[in-house]
């Protein structure tokens, strides 16, 4: 099952780390413990206003509570092409 842009913003809203980094795009500040991870990438990361939904380029970054779901999804797409092939 895909995830929508809608599901994407809701998580992002209940995690603190996605706000954090919503905080530091928003104030150009990378000081907080929550936000060290992406201090590498800060430059490549901004966020979509209208959806409250941080972005790696074209690319949605997912809160904790939905990178397992996602992972689990693309795996079931691979799993599909396999079974399709040997078929």
């Given at each position: 099952?895909k995830m929508?842009?809608?599901e994407?913003?809701?998580?992002?809203?209940?995690?603190e780390s996605p706000?954090?980094?919503q905080?530091a795009v928003?104030?150009?500040s990378?000081?907080?413990p929550?936000?060290?991870?992406y201090r590498?990438i800060?430059?490549?990361?901004t966020?979509?206003?209208?959806?409250?939904?941080l972005?790696r380029?074209?690319r949605s970054?997912l809160p904790?509570?939905?990178?397992?779901?996602?992972?689990?999804?693309?795996?079931e797409?691979h799993?599909?092409?396999?079974?399709s092939?040997?078929?």
């Amino acid at each position: 099952m895909k995830m929508n842009i809608v599901e994407i913003s809701k998580a992002t809203e209940s995690d603190e780390s996605p706000i954090a980094l919503q905080n530091a795009v928003i104030s150009g500040s990378c000081n907080q413990p929550k936000v060290k991870p992406y201090r590498m990438i800060k430059n490549e990361i901004t966020m979509d206003y209208d959806n409250k939904v941080l972005l790696r380029g074209t690319r949605s970054i997912l809160p904790a509570s939905r990178q397992k779901r996602a992972i689990q999804t693309v795996h079931e797409g691979h799993q599909s092409q396999v079974v399709s092939r040997q078929g």
